[in-house]
């Protein structure tokens, strides 16, 4: 971190998130912050005067990322002035002042939730200051951020931030904190407040955000199936969407939602993580792979076409070939439209990364490999069988061609139409064409939904 130094203030900001929805939100609002504050979204990294790396330390490759990048920015600003750089996320929550010891470029470092401190850490650094925020203050950062006002047709809404799980792998609770619930209020204004800057479509977010439990406008306690509720009154927006789920707080109101809420999604990202029960055990997860499966029958009783995905680490500490075998056992008895699938990183203060039998990363790779072949297998089956399907298609952006847009199923598939609708218009689709990645629609009627 360089001090005593004075620099130009800068005029201009570019943020670049990595890693999970949460993330890509915390971005949008850094950057509706900063231009808050009088700053001007640049074009590009390279346009810019101030960076902001927004990062991830789920798993080391992501975490090392940041390096490489803060390497490139260096290299590309040789011989001119080069761009004030601020290290946000979790490695900078995880790695606090390790990070301008390892890189010195680095100007600013902010955890993601300290960040609405971010105007005055710019402040410090052009005083010379140094400008290290890692605070996880008790009142709640979203009180201190301007109001929503950048947004396109599909919006992110935390709602719940933190974990109280512990899962043995994972560094969440240690980078994001305890679980905590945003208020009521607060979560209804800013989704009034992203259908008034052009949302057509909210994602509820959370690392957990199905354990989201909040007092209603007339003090009842609720869960995320009462605020899914509430929403589904707010005239204008037409989509709902929540992730992540953790399956022990899948409850029978948050199931019943997706048997009778029109504008709730028939998709369900719950991931499982493996299918071994001595694996699930040594993760702490606290399902089993029978209770999980039983859930999936329950939401699929209530909303038969529901898509389901999910996430997935192999490799875990002591994970066997049964165990593993156990694991494709339980894809195969879900069917995914999508999922993630990840090999097992030991994440420095977790406990697994201590524990006996780490697993080789040849098998690791291996396992990897088998796993996401039946997973894209899964995936392409679930594209097919939409083909011949009459659905709505929420328009977000443009497609390579002239005319050609690209929009969401309601399965959260990608939908290539032709004809040039809006950005934001709702459109009905006949899907004639399903690859493994995307699909081909034609529009049947333009409409605007309810
Ligand atoms: N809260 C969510 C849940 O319980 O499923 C997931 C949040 S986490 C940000 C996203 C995914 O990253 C996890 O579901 C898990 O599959 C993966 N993950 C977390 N820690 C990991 C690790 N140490 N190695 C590999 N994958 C990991
Ligand atoms: Fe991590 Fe487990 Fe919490 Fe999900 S539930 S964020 S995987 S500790």
């Known amino acids: 971190m360089r001090r005593d130094m004075s620099r130009p203030a800068p005029k201009s900001f570019h943020v670049k998130s990595f890693g999970c929805q949460m993330n890509a939100y915390d971005g949008t609002r850094m950057a509706e912050l900063l231009e808050a504050g009088g700053m001007q979204a640049a074009d590009s990294a390279e346009a810019a005067d101030l960076i902001v790396l927004n990062t991830c330390h789920i798993r080391e490759k992501a975490a090392e990322k940041v390096y490489s990048d803060i ?13 004030m750089i601020a290290v946000a996320g979790c490695v900078a929550q995880a790695e606090g002042a390790e990070i301008p010891r390892r890189a010195p470029a680095v100007d600013i470092v902010v955890g993601p939730q300290a960040y609405h401190n971010l105007p005055q850490l710019v402040a410090d650094a052009v005083a010379g200051k140094p400008a290290l925020d890692t605070d996880m203050p008790v009142a709640s950062k979203f009180d201190a951020l301007p109001k929503r006002r950048r947004q396109g047709a599909s919006a992110f809404l935390t709602v719940q931030e933190g974990c109280d799980k512990f899962c043995t792998y994972c560094v969440v609770p240690y980078t994001r ?17 992203l259908v008034d800057a052009g949302a057509r479509e909210i994602t509820l977010l959370g690392q957990n955000v199905n354990a989201w439990t909040g007092a209603d406008d007339r003090g009842c306690m609720q869960g995320l199936d009462g605020l899914i509720r509430a929403l589904d009154a707010l005239p204008g927006l037409a989509r ?8 022990n707080d899948m409850t029978d109101g948050l199931i019943a939602a997706h048997g009778d809420v029109a504008k709730l999604m028939p998709f369900l990202h719950l991931p499982v993580q493996a299918g071994s029960d001595r694996i699930l055990k040594a993760m702490n997860r606290s399902h089993d792979a029978a209770s999980y499966l039983r859930l999936i029958e329950r939401v699929r009783a209530v909303r038969p076409d529901i898509a389901i995905s999910g996430d997935f680490i192999v490799g875990f500490p002591g994970e066997t070939d049964a165990d593993f075998e156990d694991t494709l056992t339980v894809v195969r008895a879900v069917g995914h439209a999508m999922a993630f699938s990840f090999k097992y990183s030991p994440r420095p203060g977790t406990p697994a990364a201590t524990m006996a039998d780490q697993v080789a990363p040849q098998i690791m790779d291996e ?15 679930f594209n097919l069988a939409t083909v011949g399907k009459r659905c709505g298609v929420l328009i977000e952006r443009d497609g390579k061609r002239a005319g050609q847009r690209i929009g969401k199923s309601p399965w959260l598939q990608s939908v290539i139409v032709e004809d040039g609708p809006a950005i934001g218009e709702l459109v009905t689709v006949d899907i004639v064409a399903a690859g493994p990645n995307s699909m081909t629609g034609t529009i049947v009627a333009e409409q605007r939904a309810a």
């Open 240 to 247: 709902i969407r929540y992730m992540t789920s953790h399956p």
């Open 367 to 381: 396992r990897l490999q088998r796993l996401q072949a039946l997973l894209n297998e899964q995936q392409h089956g």
């Open 71 to 83: 390497g490139r920015i260096v290299k590309k600003a040789r011989g001119r002035q080069q761009p």
């Open 177 to 193: 904190g305890a679980e905590v619930s945003r208020p009521w209020g607060a979560i209804v204004d800013e989704a009034k407040a």
